[in-house]
T-cell receptor
């Protein structure tokens, strides 16, 4: 069965420190993975997709099929990065499975 | 361009009542979906649609019905509300399934 695990419910870092939000997945097919973010009082929105291999707001994520991971990284965290982050897996062509989310708190 | 709209924002139901959560988008998106979010859990897919007239079940479809008669609208019906359906419901749409999903503001439903 497909599954997405985000092991940390809360991650606190200081401004300027590196940040890594972990995402592990379980899926027998070819995975397509996404990171979504929800800032305070805003709607859930796409941050990045692994198929685009892009960097958004300084964040990157690399799909590691060997470790079945799609960790989200940023070298220098900013206070405006504080938000709820969700990792999502597209499976069976049309269905999404979301992880339970990690709350990132960037302290000044 | 209103994006994805959901009504109502809040709703309280009694056990056994039925209701419809409305979702509409004005972006001509083909893919639409409904999720529920419970405390400590991620979004769970209830139903989805890849175009008008085509719907399918997600991870947690029991107790819910959907239809997609137009590209714009994707209502979610609760047939006989149960306390276990107390949740926040999100509708989302995207141009294609691998494209960015745009989410609605959510409907907070309480079933007593």
């Amino acid at each position: 069965a497909q599954r997405v695990t985000q092991p940390e419910k809360l991650l606190s870092v200081f401004k300027g420190a590196p940040v890594e939000l972990k995402c592990n997945y379980s899926y027998s097919g070819s995975p397509e993975l996404f990171w979504y973010v929800q800032y305070s009082r805003q709607r859930l929105q796409l941050l990045l997709r692994h198929i685009s291999r892009e960097s958004i707001k300084g964040f990157t994520a690399d799909l590691n099929k060997g470790e079945t991971s799609f960790h989200l990284k940023k070298p220098f965290a900013q206070e405006e990065d504080s938000a709820m982050y969700y990792c999502a897996l597209l499976y069976n062509f049309n269905k999404f499975y979301f992880g339970s989310g990690t709350k990132l708190n960037v302290k000044p | 361009n209103a994006g994805v709209t959901q009504t109502p924002k809040f709703q309280v139901l009694k056990t056994g009542q039925s209701m419809t959560l409305q979702c509409a988008q004005d972006m001509n998106h083909e893919y639409m979906s409904w999720y529920r979010q419970d405390p400590g859990m991620g979004l769970r897919l209830i139903h989805y649609s890849v175009g008008a007239g085509i719907t399918d079940q997600g991870e947690v479809p029991n107790g819910y019905n959907v239809s997609r008669s137009t590209t714009e609208d994707f209502p979610l019906r609760l047939l006989s509300a149960a306390p276990s359906q107390t949740s926040v419901y999100f509708c989302a749409s995207s141009y294609g399934v691998t494209n960015e999903q745009f989410f609605g503001p959510g409907t907070r439903l309480t079933v007593l």
